[in-house]
T-cell receptor
């Protein structure tokens, strides 16, 4: 079945460091891909998304490119801030489930940024 | 303000005592869903609803019930809670109609449940 695998955390970086959180997926058809962020004590919020191959999603300085050839959707940011400390979830929505809106989530990666 | 609300936010209960967690959205979304979040497991879907009176099982439905009598509300019912249902629960909603597979899901703030 469809699945999402993301790098295990926690990831600890210094402020202004470059960030990469890896995400790969297995899916039938042409899924849409998402990154959600969960700040402490809050629910998940959509960070960015890409709906077809080679699309780049971007928001708040974060970027991720839909790579069909490597089945990947890695999250990157050039210079992280303390306020980026959160848990990040990679997710996919399979085209097979478009009528059911089922989203499959990765296990989450906790990111901590040191001042 | 567009939002998904859940109540209560925190609940401590004992094994076997029936409880209900409410979920409400004000965005006229057709699709609603319940997830549980456990360390190392990400989010797992419990139940979902495509519209009023239409519900179906997700990946981990055992021990839970839901109902969808109104479009805006989607309560989660634990008839006889057990300690393995201690978790963080999230309600989510989206338009979810066929052909709109790119729609964003909006999440509530979460309910932290402890079953002793």
């Amino acid at each position: 079945g469809d699945s999402v695998t993301q790098m295990e955390g926690p990831v600890t970086l210094s402020e202004e460091a470059f960030l990469t959180i890896n995400c790969t997926y297995t899916a039938t058809g042409y899924p849409s891909l998402f990154w959600y962020v969960q700040y402490p004590g809050e629910g998940l919020q959509l960070l960015l998304k890409a709906t077809k191959a080679d699309d780049k999603g971007s928001n708040k300085g974060f970027e991720a490119t839909y790579r069909k050839e490597t089945t990947s959707f890695h999250l990157e940011k050039g210079s992280v801030q303390v306020s980026d400390s959160a848990v990040y979830f990679c997710a996919l929505r399979s085209s097979l489930y478009s009528s059911a809106s089922k989203i499959i989530f990765g296990s989450g990666t906790r990111l901590s940024i040191r001042p | 303000e567009a939002q998904v609300t859940q109540n209560p936010r925190y609940l401590i209960t004992v094994t076997g005592k029936k409880l209900t967690v409410t979920c409400s959205q004000n965005m006229n979304h057709e699709y609603m869903s319940w997830y549980r979040q456990d360390p190392g497991l990400g989010l797992r879907q419990i139940y979902y609803s495509m519209n009023v009176e239409v519900t179906d099982k997700g990946d981990v439905p055992e021990g839970y019930k839901v109902s969808r009598k109104e479009k805006r509300n989607f309560p989660l019912i634990l008839e006889s809670p057990s300690p393995n249902q201690t978790s963080l629960y999230f309600c989510a909603s989206s338009f979810g109609s066929k052909g709109r597979g790119t729609d964003t899901q909006y999440f509530g703030p979460g309910t932290r449940l402890t079953v002793l």
